[in-house]
C-alpha cells in the first residue's frame, strides 16, 4: 500500500508530495498531469522488475503508446532538461511472501520508505534513446512509534493498524555512501549480521532492489513484491468480451483478459474451502448483485463451460431468463463486471489504478461505480487478512459528476501553477485537496484548493440524485462526500437539475 510519495524532475511532476489513502480521486482538467502521476508510480514497480532501460521504456510518452526518448521522462524547462529525477514512496508492505525461486520471506519490518536518484547518460550504440543511471538507492524503515504521524487517514489503530504495521528494525536495508563516480550502493542483510553486498554505482543495468532474494533480505524482498503488484487498469471491451480457454491463467489481466477464467476460478476456490450445499454459486451471486446496482433487471450471472470447444465464456441472465454471452453486453456493463469481479479476488494486492472509471455508465449509476472502487480498496476499520487484503485504489477523472459524488476526503484537485526555478517560469502539476481533511491536518503549512475552484468545477454537474434509491448508494465510508459540503456548492440556479 502507497501511503505517501515524492516526486521531482519526472515529467511535470516537479517538487510533488502527495499522500493517499485506501481510495484516493485524483480531478482535473485533461492535459495538467493527472496521468503522469500514474506514470510515476508505474515506473517505481518497473524499476522494482527490470533494467532501467525496459522501465524507462515502458512509460507512456503519450496516449498513443510508449516513449522511444529516454530523456522526455525528465522535467523540461525551455531548452533545458532536468539533470535528475527523483522518488521516494512510503509504503506498507505484506508480512511475508516467497522469491523467484519460490522460497518463503518474512519482512522484519512492514513499513519501508523507498528512495531512488536517477541520471541520463548518452549510449554509442542507442544514441537516440540513451539510458539512466543510478545515483542513490535507499530502502530503510518507518518505526511503529513514527507510525501515527505517516499514516494520517482514517483508520482503527487497534485492529487495522495493528494488523498492517508490525514489526521492528534499527538500520537501513539498503544504503548508499560515497560521492561521484566512487558512490556505491550497499544491501545490507536481515538480521544485521554479514558484511552487506557492496555495488558500483554507476555500472548498475538495474536496481539493487530487483535483484534481492529471500535468502539475503526478506523485507527488500517483499518491498520489491510490493511495488511489482502496483498495476494501471486499462479495461479494454475487446478483451473483456474474448472467451477463455480451460488452461488460461486465472487472473484477471490489466486490459481485463482473462475475466472467465478468473471468475470461475474464484468460484470453484471458493467452493472447496466451504462446506455448505451452494457454496460454488456464492462467487455468482456476490458478482451479479453488484452488477444489478448497475442494471436493473440482472438476475444471475454464471459461466458457461463449452467441453467440446474446451472455452469459458461469461454470461449474464435477465429477469425474463434470457442469457446474453460477454460479446453482447455494453462496454460500461463489462468494464463494471470485471471490477466486482476483481473486488473478489483477495488475491489481487498492492496499488490499483484506474484511469476515468466513469467511462460508458450513466451518471444517475455514477455512485453506485464509486462505492464498489471503495470496497475494492482496504478497508481501514478492519483487520487486514484474507477477507481484507491490503490492497488500494487511486483512480482519475475530469468529471465533475465523479468529483460531486467522492469523500471529500478522498479527492485531490490537479492542477497547474505557474513555478520558478533557478531564474526559468515554467508550469507544473500540483496536487491540492479540501479544507478540514485529513490531508489539511496532516500538512497544515500548506494551503488547501481555492473553494472558487471546486465551486467552479461543479457549475455544470446534472444533478442525478433520486431519494427513493438514495440509500442504495451510500457508501461505507464516514466522510462527507463534496455534494454535502455547504461551503462548496455553487447558487441553486447553476445546477441542471434533471426534469
Known amino acids: 500500500m502507497l501511503t505517501r510519495l515524492k516526486v521531482s524532475g519526472f515529467k511535470n511532476l516537479v517538487d510533488v508530495d502527495v499522500r493517499f489513502g485506501p481510495f484516493t480521486c485524483i480531478a482535473g482538467a485533461n492535459g495538467v498531469g493527472k496521468s503522469n502521476l500514474f506514470d510515476a508510480i508505474l515506473f517505481l514497480s518497473e524499476l522494482a522488475g527490470n533494467t532501467f532501460l525496459e522501465a524507462a521504456l515502458s512509460v507512456r510518452k503519450s496516449e498513443s503508446g510508449r516513449t522511444t526518448n529516454i ?31 519460490g522460497q518463503p520471506a518474512k519482512a522484519s519490518i512492514t513499513f519501508v520508505r523507498y528512495k531512488i536518484a536517477l541520471t541520463f547518460v548518452e549510449e554509442g550504440s542507442l544514441p537516440s534513446v540513451g539510458s ?19 499514516l494520517r487517514f482514517e483508520h482503527k489503530a487497534s485492529s487495522w ?91 484477471l489481466g490489466s486490459d481485463g483478459s482473462h475475466l472467465p477464467a478468473t471468475l470461475y476460478h474464484l468460484s470453484k476456490t471458493h467452493s472447496k474451502q466451504e462446506s455448505f450445499k451452494d457454496s460454488s454459486t456464492w462467487i455468482y451471486d456476490q ?71 466513469e467511462n460508458g455508465i450513466h451518471p444517475k449509476r455514477i455512485p453506485a461505480i464509486l462505492r464498489l472502487l471503495e470496497d475494492i480498496a482496504v478497508d481501514a476499520e478492519e483487520p487486514v487478512g484474507k477477507d481484507n487484503p491490503l490492497r488500494q485504489v487511486i483512480i482519475n477523472t475530469h468529471s465533475p459528476v465523479v468529483v460531486n459524488q ?28 479540501l479544507p478540514d481533511t485529513w490531508r489539511s491536518q496532516a500538512d497544515p503549512n500548506r494551503l488547501p484548493v481555492a473553494r472558487g475552484k471546486v465551486i467552479d468545477y461543479l457549475r455544470q454537474v446534472i444533478d442525478f440524485s433520486d431519494k427513493s434509491t438514495h440509500r442504495q448508494y451510500v457508501t461505507k465510508k464516514k466522510s462527507t462526500r463534496v455534494r454535502d459540503r455547504f461551503d462548496l456548492q455553487p447558487q441553486p440556479s447553476l445546477f441542471l437539475h434533471e426534469k
Not at 530502502?139 to 512509534?145: A, D, F, G, K, M
Open 132 to 150: 539512466l543511471r543510478l545515483i542513490s538507492e535507499e530502502l530503510e524503515q518507518i518505526n511503529l512509534r513514527d507510525a501515527p504521524k505517516h
Open 161 to 251: 493498524r495493528k494488523s498492517a504495521v508490525k514489526g521492528r528494525r534499527t538500520s537501513p536495508f539498503i544504503s548508499t555512501e560515497g560521492e561521484s563516480d566512487n558512490r556505491t550502493v550497499r544491501l545490507h542483510q536481515d538480521g544485521n549480521s554479514g558484511m552487506p553486498k557492496t555495488f558500483l554505482a554507476q555500472t548498475l543495468p538495474r536496481t539493487v532492489l530487483s535483484t534481492v532474494n529471500a535468502t539475503e533480505s526478506p523485507t527488500a524482498l517483499l518491498a520489491r513484491r510490493e511495488m511489482q503488484s502496483w498495476r494501471l487498469l486499462q479495461l479494454e471491451p475487446s478483451a473483456l468480451r474474448e472467451p477463455d480457454e480451460f488452461t488460461a491463467l486465472p487472473e
Open 287 to 357: 458478482v451479479s448483485s453488484r452488477l444489478a446496482e448497475l442494471i436493473d433487471d440482472v438476475y444471475a450471472i454464471e459461466i458457461d463451460r463449452d467441453e467440446k470447444r474446451q472455452l469459458l465464456t461469461v454470461q449474464v441472465q435477465d429477469r425474463y431468463e434470457t442469457i446474453h454471452p460477454a460479446r453482447s453486453l455494453s462496454d460500461g456493463t463489462l468494464r463494471f463486471l470485471a471490477l466486482a469481479v476483481l473486488e473478489q479476488d483477495t488475491r489481487a494486492g498492492g496499488v490499483i489504478c484506474l484511469e476515468e472509471p
Open 71 to 101: 530523456r522526455s521522462l525528465f522535467h523540461r524547462t525551455k531548452n533545458k532538461d532536468e539533470e535528475v529525477m527523483k522518488f521516494e514512496a512510503e509504503m506498507i508492505i505484506p508480512a511475508e511472501g516467497i522469491d523467484d525461486l
Open 406 to 433: 467522492v469523500n471529500d476526503d478522498s479527492l485531490l484537485i490537479a492542477e497547474q501553477k505557474e513555478t520558478v526555478k533557478n531564474g526559468d517560469y515554467f508550469q507544473s502539476v500540483r496536487f491540492s485537496w
